[in-house]
């Protein structure tokens, strides 16, 4: 079994098996309807992350899982200078994960956000509990080709994919399971856009190979 975009089975370079990982991407209370921020059908990816979730581990490969996790106080918000109403601040129920996501025990968390003059946009702000970024994660794991869902598709999901594209990784959208804000009619689209521009690949669930 392979994934989309592999080599063959049964060629040489088929069995230098790509290393791979899921990268779920801020799906929170405050970024889905009734939210703070919520994103207008963020809800709906939900299931369809937990699928990728299920097919990933059972392929045994890194899940990783990341959340804003923002001071009460910070340029981000609109208080402070910021775009955006006050989210996902650390500890409230707004940052929880949805609590239909799919969280498995094996999961890597990574924060981000906290720095109070940063924005923080993408997942590799982000670190994990004893402080490694996720550069650092994915290079200890071997990553090479990243898969990335979440919200929202014009702000988080287009930085997380562009800076792993920028530090030589291959990027997988998975536009079934990503929503956007669209703040700007088209922002989506524009997002995904540059994404694919720059070299990243727009995939849907009935390509993954079994």
Known sequence: MF???????????????????????????????GGALGVPGGDIIVPVVNKYVRFFLKKKYPVLFTRDWHPVRTMHFRDFGGL??????????????????????????LYKGMDPGQDSYSAFHSEDASGRSLSKILNVLGTQELYIAGLATDYCVK??????LKKGLRVRVLVDAVKGVDLKPGDCERALAAVVKTGAKKIKFKELKR
Not at 6 to 30: F, H, W, Y
């Open 3 to 33: 994934f989309a975009g592999e080599t063959s089975p049964g060629s040489s370079k088929a069995r230098m098996k790509i290393k791979k990982a899921l990268l779920v991407v801020d799906v929170q209370n405050d970024f889905l309807p």
């Open 84 to 109: 955006w109403p006050a989210h996902c601040i650390q500890g409230t129920r707004g940052a929880a994960f949805h609590p239909m996501l799919k969280v498995p025990k094996e999961a890597i968390l």
């Open 159 to 164: 930085y997380s994919s562009l800076d792993a």
